[in-house]
């Protein structure tokens, strides 16, 4: 009799522990898509955030059947009216060793290589330490322009190599185009 309350109580023990298990990576799977769902809602509010700043030469667009493994809306920026092309003469700029809080100013020069006027609606540093500068009118076609960044580095990037990223958002295909600057940051 002893010998069967131990096998059952065994049993008992070995069926609580299995449902446990099932019941923790139950909630781990649920936790991991929430995750992704509040990731990728981020990712929508913060791409609809920075191109309300836009005019009309680019729209959201938020069709929701476009991810169906989300249900959430697209945040691929796409033109609105007649497209052109853009031409970085240099897309990478290294600015060697810099000191902290020193600025460091370049002009990324473009030419607009299509055969419409380029319009650039924005353009946006990957952080605060970046910070753009561009043209507000029209750049005709075969006519160049400048993007002018300066680069002020903080303490905290000191003592390590630094890459930035200058998103540029224009009235071309794809709507975003990308240049980048490089520094080595020591402190003072």
Request: negative net charge; contains cysteine; aromatic residues 6%.
């Amino acid at each position: 009799m002893m010998e069967n309350i131990k096998i059952g109580l065994l049993g008992l023990i070995t069926v609580l522990s299995g449902y446990s298990v099932y019941q923790v990576s139950t909630v781990k799977g649920e936790m991991e898509t929430l995750k992704e769902e509040m990731s990728a809602k981020m990712t929508m509010f913060n791409a609809a955030s920075s191109n309300a700043n836009q005019q009309n030469a680019t729209s959201v667009n938020t069709n929701p059947t476009t991810n169906p493994n989300t249900n959430l809306p697209s945040t691929e920026v796409k033109n609105v009216g007649p497209t052109t092309s853009i031409k970085f003469g240099e897309e990478v700029h290294d600015f060697g060793t810099v000191e902290v809080e020193s600025e460091n100013l370049y002009a990324f020069t473009f030419t607009n290589t299509g055969s419409e006027p380029l319009k650039i609606t924005n353009a946006k540093g990957s952080c605060g330490c970046t910070v753009p500068q561009w043209p507000k009118e029209p750049i005709l076609p075969g006519q160049t322009g400048t993007i002018d960044v300066k680069f002020t580095p903080n303490a905290g990037q000191a003592g390590q190599p630094i890459e930035k990223i200058v998103t540029v958002t224009a009235n071309t295909s794809p709507a975003n185009t990308m240049v980048r600057i490089k520094a080595n940051v020591i402190a003072k």
